[in-house]
């Protein structure tokens, strides 16, 4: 996964993530891409994430640049995916691909034998952890 943005994750998530990634079953395309992805963040406390980052529970507006549909959802656990009619679980792709970006971002990235392209529009109620 060459040329991705740079990302952030806090310190809460990324042990939530971890903890999450140590129970699945299966080494999923998902799953392995996750561990990169939480490898390579600059990691911070939850007070010093910047304004406009994804973190779990911020409820995103993204693209789908391929498309050109526009999607509005809470980026959960997959345990909490039930609690909201709007969530995508972190270990879907496109959860995935949206932890830690920012506002304006884009990423492209794979999924089976194709290539998502994302591209963040707006974070909001993001309440970091």
Not at 73 to 96: E, K, M, N, W
């Amino acid at each position: 996964m060459a040329n991705l943005p740079p990302i952030t994750v806090t310190t809460v998530d990324r042990a939530r993530l971890y903890a999450l990634l140590e129970q699945q079953p299966d080494d999923s395309d998902e799953t392995e891409h996750l561990y990169v992805e939480l490898e390579r963040a600059r990691i911070v406390t939850p007070e010093q994430l910047p304004e406009g980052t994804v973190c779990l529970g911020s409820h995103l507006r993204f693209r789908d640049t391929d498309s050109g549909k526009e999607h509005q959802r809470v980026l959960v656990l997959p345990q909490d995916t039930g609690h909201y009619p709007d969530a995508i679980s972190i270990l879907s792709p496109a959860g995935a691909a949206l932890l830690g970006l920012s506002v304006g971002d884009s990423i492209h990235w794979p999924y089976r034998q194709r290539t998502l392209h994302l591209q963040l529009l707006e974070v909001s109620s993001a309440e970091p952890g």
